[in-house]
């Protein structure tokens, strides 16, 4: 087995490595001068099982064109079996065309994957089980959630409630709900743009309770931030936990958290914190 990680997330790479007791395989990856990626697989992979890890957060692109290269570069050198560890897969919102007018993003980075060479893709909470679907290899779809409920469990009173702050995201809070044995809200989200969301009303009883709010991801922060503006307009403690597995944190995020009377923010390493946050930031590693 060989495990070599690209330059997205080098220190889960090293904690996984560390996890399997294995020495991480050498790859050089940088830039030629006019910003094309060098890729060079120094380690022999020839009949080897190769894992490459690849988390795909910003700059999303150039992530994933590393690692189209680093398959291929394995590919050729002879490697058995190639298996991209991708623990944020970006595109996978793109799962549906909403408008008919926009590209399958999430099918398309599929069947580049599959392209360039990878035979298994070992992915975590994707935005929707539907994205596994696009898949023509097979996915081993992990999830984060239990060792999130499980670092909640301990902190989780009879007051507190889940919530999701989408209908996307109910059959998450569900399961969040069912190991915390708490009740579940739903907040009807409306997103006028990329960044910019407006909550609508909330299914579910909130006045006096602690909200937890759980996500697959916090981008910008705006579903996040609607919510929790919707749920402390409905009686709520102002002591609000947000549980997110991917914590991409771009744009405005830092700035929109920072203004809500966030007790902490719960998430993963499953991305690089773009910056030690001003407020309470608790990961769980997902190396094991
Ligand atoms: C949407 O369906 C996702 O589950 C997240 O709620 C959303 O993508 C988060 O994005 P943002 O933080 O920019 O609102």
């Known amino acids: ?137 097979p996915v081993e779809h992990l999830s984060a959630m239990p060792l999130l409920a499980d670092h909640l469990q301990r902190t989780a009173t009879p007051s507190s409630v889940v919530v999701s702050p989408d209908l996307g995201a109910v059959k998450r809070a569900e399961r969040y709900a069912a190991q915390l044995k708490l009740p579940v809200a739903v907040v009807h989200k409306h997103r006028t743009s990329g960044s910019q969301v407006q909550a609508r009303r909330i299914t579910g009883d909130v006045e006096g309770c602690t909200p937890i709010v759980v996500d697959d991801m916090i981008s910008t922060a705006g579903t996040v931030e609607a919510a929790v503006n919707a749920l402390l307009e409905a009686g709520c403690a102002p002591e609000v936990t947000v549980v997110a597995t991917h914590a991409l944190l771009v744009g405005p995020a830092i700035d929109r958290l920072q203004r809500l009377p966030l007790r902490r923010l719960l998430t993963t390493d499953s991305l690089p914190l773009p910056m030690r946050p001003p407020f309470q930031v608790e990961v769980v590693s997902v190396a094991p």
């Open 1 to 137: 087995v060989v495990l070599i990680s690209g330059s997205s997330h080098p220190a889960l790479g090293a904690a996984i490595a560390k996890v399997l007791n294995l020495e991480q395989g050498r790859c050089i990856v940088d830039r030629f001068p006019d910003g094309e990626h060098h890729v060079e697989v120094v380690e022999e992979v020839r009949g080897c099982d190769v894992y490459l890890l690849q988390t795909l957060g910003p700059p999303v692109d150039s992530h994933l064109m590393e690692l189209l290269l680093m398959v291929d570069a394995c590919r050729r050198r002879g490697a058995a079996r190639v298996t991209a560890v991708v623990p944020y897969l970006a595109y996978a919102r793109h799962d549906r065309r909403e408008t008919g007018r926009e590209p399958l993003g999430a099918r398309l980075v599929a069947d580049m994957l599959r392209v360039a060479g990878v035979d298994r893709l070992v992915a975590m909470d994707l935005h929707s089980p539907a994205v596994e679907g696009c898949f023509n290899i």
